[in-house]
């Protein structure tokens, strides 16, 4: 069972940063690839970035490409999502996600959400 704790929410101007980190306990944290997920009010849980378990590959939303960046510490059980050059249609509750698939089985976990809002 793996634990993920996510901070770093907040609110900020357009144009600002936010850096969300997402803290991993309980599980072979380098064995997951990490994605951060968001929902905004009233629409469908997004897939924002992901990368890979070694950190070797990352993949990002169309709307985010350039403007955020993820990255991970293996030793460090930590996964981070920076935001810059925020829009106010980047609000929205922020969720870290751990994933794992085999031949046997499906480990899928989520952190409880960091909330994000951009306004002035």
């Known amino acids: 069972q793996v634990q993920l704790v996510e901070s770093g929410g907040g609110l900020v101007q357009p144009g600002g940063s936010l850096r969300l980190s997402c803290a991993a306990s309980?599980?072979?944290?380098?064995?997951?690839?990490m994605s951060w997920y968001r929902q905004a009010p009233g629409k469908e849980r997004e897939l924002v970035a992901a990368?890979?378990?070694?950190?070797?590959?990352?993949n990002y939303a169309d709307s985010v490409k350039g403007r955020f960046t993820i990255s991970r510490d293996n030793a460090k059980n930590t996964v981070w999502l920076q935001m810059n050059s925020l829009k106010p249609e980047d609000t929205a509750v922020y969720y870290c996600n751990a994933f794992r698939s085999s031949r046997w089985d499906v480990h899928d976990y989520w952190g409880q959400g960091t909330h994000v809002t951009v306004s002035s």
């Open positions: 309980g599980g072979t944290f380098n064995s997951y690839t």
């Open positions: 990368i890979t378990s070694s950190g070797g590959s990352t």
